[in-house]
């Protein structure tokens, strides 16, 4: 018995001591002899490896699709004057105008989610990662980022409209009457942080764990505080992490619609609250290029699908976009490889 | 990383430790308050229906009707509400996707991880990126334009529209079109995640398995993707969550009707619209004014809240005992 569960230890502790210590090295290239052709393999496995051949050209192909459909009645339906016309009511492709405020709309959602999600993300991420003290709220404050990431954006929508809708929170959008609806760019570009929180705080967090503690010691050595170590070393060099996730953050903001259907109202052009210019706009209602494709899809209110079509292709190449940014800077972040 | 400076607790924090302790604070309370918050508007709704909330009885669309309306009314307001058609819808469209989604996302990963050659292997991993940032009204937006036509006019027969007339009306949008923008939608997410599990797995375990003669293929699923297992959990987990949640394209491409697909009806089943969970509630927020609409509203949502809340909780268990296996998802 005793030999068993000493043989059990020692293999225990054999399979942790060849995996945690040393990063394993990525799969992939074996750099010296071609791999094996599949030709010897079982029936079975050959058509399994053509299965997966199959699925990886499906999903090229798809995509593929998808731009390039999306291209082309882009092109044929996406004009200059669309950029900079207000959207209007009508029945018809030339009555209904183009989609200027919608743009706006997310522009300043965007601003404002990722103006909250930016900061509390990257602090929530420093102090996890650098600091976790104390410890039984670091791992609270964990469950709970990896809860939001998990809840859905609807339900986030609810809650917004409930704690917005509040007399404490009532300034902040629009009211008639003295009757709060809850609904402005303040209370949906809160909400949409929330979205954009988690991943935030995920990538900010990966890129400071990968930041080898002899880069600290060397700050410590030199007779730097953690506070100071943390400003001026870690921060600098996690820079491409936070721009990954910044921009990962910034494409879920821009792509949510249930949020901006709830709390933003969804009507076609900015509707200022009253008040001073900014804040007015600020605390009215508006609609974002997701909603504006939703009430204009077959299955929206205003169905006009040309409208729809080029308002979706704008978005797609915003979230293009957004990917090359993320690629660049995950490219940046490998250069910078501590040794 | 702690172990190196002198360390002081309690009183001795620095003003930046403080700042941050209260930002999480901040979001910890903000999470509490939001279950507080949703699951008290949702109460009323449960206490009145018991669980038959959960149960079937009546055209759920005629009760949400008649509840909306009785909050307009100040009459005493209604609260009956039997929410099995949206509960079954959201389960059924869901668990599908995700089973669909699951087989092909491993097979994908796997090839991308071990089996392709570079060049596709560099084409592969961008577009499994884009296509998991495609916002989801865009999918909408193609699924209502391209794939519920297709459907409607060419899958679906007259003499099929006519056998169910009366009850359902089959146009293309339903059961088919949603599980598959469902599956597109969520297979990437599951990809990433299976992909960087993948990657994980220390070359030599492998290399073990090759020297014994067993070929790429065999070893790879024998040793990489069992190792792997607590990759699979969270990928699974984190790509239910988002079936679960998805509101807009599912409202866009579901049909919209509160009517439970029935099994039973063969092929059919697969055309019969429905409407699930989080659908149900963007199609009515704007009725949010009414009060015992919105309890029903806030219940559904606390459903769907715990839904999630309970699938991180079961993908964390099931990880529980694959730790030892070594490698972290």
Redesign the interface.
């Known amino acids: 018995m005793g030999g068993e569960a000493a043989d059990e230890a020692l293999r225990?502790d054999r399979?942790?001591v060849?995996?945690?210590p040393a990063p394993?090295?990525?799969?992939?290239?074996v750099p010296t002899r071609r791999?094996?052709s599949?030709a010897?393999?079982?029936l079975s496995?050959r058509i399994?490896?053509a299965?997966?051949?199959a699925?990886?050209l499906f999903?090229?192909a798809?995509?593929a699709a998808?731009?390039i459909?999306?291209l082309v009645q882009g092109l044929r339906y996406v004009s200059p004057h669309l950029f900079v016309t207000h959207p209007t009511a009508g029945f018809s492709e030339t009555q209904t105008g183009g989609f200027l405020d919608p743009l706006i709309g997310t522009g300043i959602v965007a601003l404002i989610a990722m103006g909250i999600a930016l900061p509390?993300g990257t602090?929530?991420a420093?102090?996890l990662s650098?600091?976790?003290?104390p410890a039984p709220?670091?791992r609270?404050?964990e469950a709970?980022?990896?809860?939001?990431?998990?809840?859905?954006?609807?339900?986030l929508?609810?809650?917004g409209?409930?704690?917005f809708e509040s007399p404490l929170l009532g300034f902040l959008s629009q009211q008639t009457n003295h009757v709060v609806l809850g609904r402005s760019f303040f209370a949906a570009g809160a909400m949409l942080s929330?979205v954009a929180?988690p991943l935030v705080v995920t990538n900010v967090r990966e890129g400071l764990q990968a930041i080898p503690?002899h880069v600290?010691?060397a700050s410590?050595a030199v007779g730097k505080?953690?506070?100071a170590t943390t400003r001026r070393v870690l921060l600098p060099a996690a820079r491409p992490s936070v721009v990954t996730g910044a921009m990962?953050g910034l494409?879920?903001v821009?792509?949510?619609?249930?949020i901006v259907?709830?709390l933003l109202g969804a009507t076609l052009n900015l509707q200022g609250a009253g008040g001073p210019a900014i804040l007015s706009t600020l605390r009215g209602q508006g609609s974002t290029m997701?909603s504006y494709?939703?009430e204009n899809?077959?299955?929206g209110e205003g169905n006009q699908?040309t409208k729809?079509?080029a308002a979706?292709f704008v978005?797609?190449m915003i979230?293009?976009a957004?990917?090359v940014l993320?690629?660049l800077a995950g490219r940046r972040a490998r250069e910078l490889r501590w040794s | 990383?702690?172990e190196?400076?002198p360390t002081e607790?309690g009183a001795g924090w620095?003003q930046?430790?403080r700042?941050?302790?209260w930002?999480?604070?901040i979001?910890?309370g903000?999470?509490i308050?939001?279950l507080v918050?949703?699951l008290h508007?949702a109460w009323p709704s449960f206490s009145h229906n018991g669980l038959g909330w959960f149960g079937t009885g009546g055209r759920v669309d005629g009760q949400i009707q008649a509840i909306f309306t009785s909050g307009d009314l100040k009459s005493t307001p209604l609260y009956v509400f039997h929410a099995w058609p949206l509960i079954w819808s959201t389960a059924l469209i869901t668990g599908v996707a995700v089973v669909i989604a699951f087989g092909?996302s491993l097979?994908?990963a796997?090839?991308?991880?071990?089996?392709?050659p570079?060049w596709?292997?560099g084409?592969?991993e961008?577009?499994?990126?884009?296509?998991a940032?495609?916002?989801?009204?865009?999918y909408?937006?193609?699924g209502?334009?391209?794939l519920v036509p297709l459907i409607g006019n060419h899958l679906i027969t007259q003499q099929e529209k006519a056998s169910v007339n009366p009850t359902v009306q089959l146009s293309g949008y339903g059961l088919l079109a949603a599980i598959l923008v469902l599956t597109?939608m969520v297979?990437?997410i599951m990809i990433a995640v299976f992909v960087n599990g993948?990657?994980?797995?220390?070359?030599n375990w492998?290399e073990g398995s090759l020297a014994l003669g067993i070929?790429?293929?065999?070893t790879f699923?024998m040793v990489?993707v069992r190792t792997a297992r607590p990759a699979l959990v969270a990928g699974t987990?984190?790509a239910t969550?988002r079936a679960?949640?998805?509101?807009?394209m599912l409202?866009?491409l579901s049909g919209?009707v509160g009517f439970a697909p029935n099994p039973a009806d063969g092929l059919i089943f697969l055309f019969e619209p429905s409407r699930g969970l989080?659908s149900t509630?963007?199609f009515n927020?704007d009725e949010?004014s009414s009060p015992p609409m919105q309890h029903t509203?806030?219940a559904i949502?606390a459903v769907?809240?715990f839904s999630?809340?309970m699938?991180?909780f079961a993908g964390w268990a099931a990880k529980q005992p694959m730790k030892?296996?070594?490698?972290i998802a």
Not at chain 1, 24 to 29: E, F, I, N, S
Not at chain 1, 145 to 155: F, T
Not at chain 2, 110 to 116: D, L, R, S, T, Y
Not at chain 2, 324 to 327: A, I, K, L, S, W
């Open positions: 225990g399979v942790s060849t995996v945690s394993p090295r990525p799969l992939g290239r791999p094996e599949s010897s393999w079982r496995d399994g490896l299965v997966a051949w699925l990886g999903f090229c798809l995509t998808i731009v459909y999306l509390v602090a929530i420093v102090w650098e600091f976790g003290r709220l670091a609270v404050a709970t980022v990896e809860m939001l990431a998990g809840a859905p954006s609807i339900v929508a609810l809650f409209a409930l704690i929330l929180l503690s600290r010691e410590y505080s953690k506070v990962l494409g879920r821009i792509g949510d619609t249930a259907l709830v997701t494709i939703y899809a077959p299955t699908p729809a079509y979706a978005l797609l979230v293009l957004l990917n993320v690629d | 990383m702690d190196y400076i607790r620095s930046d430790q700042a941050e302790l930002l999480v604070c979001v910890v903000l999470l308050a939001m918050f949703v508007a092909s097979f994908v796997v090839f991308i991880v071990e089996f392709a570079d596709l292997r084409v592969l961008p577009v499994v990126r884009l296509l940032s495609v916002p989801s009204v865009i909408g937006l193609l209502v334009l391209i597109i297979a990437p993948l990657r994980a797995v220390p070359r492998i070929n790429r293929w065999r699923w990489a987990v984190l969550a679960l949640g998805e509101s807009v409202s866009m919209g989080a509630i963007l927020t949010l509203l806030y949502a769907l809240l999630a809340v699938l991180s030892r296996y070594g490698v």
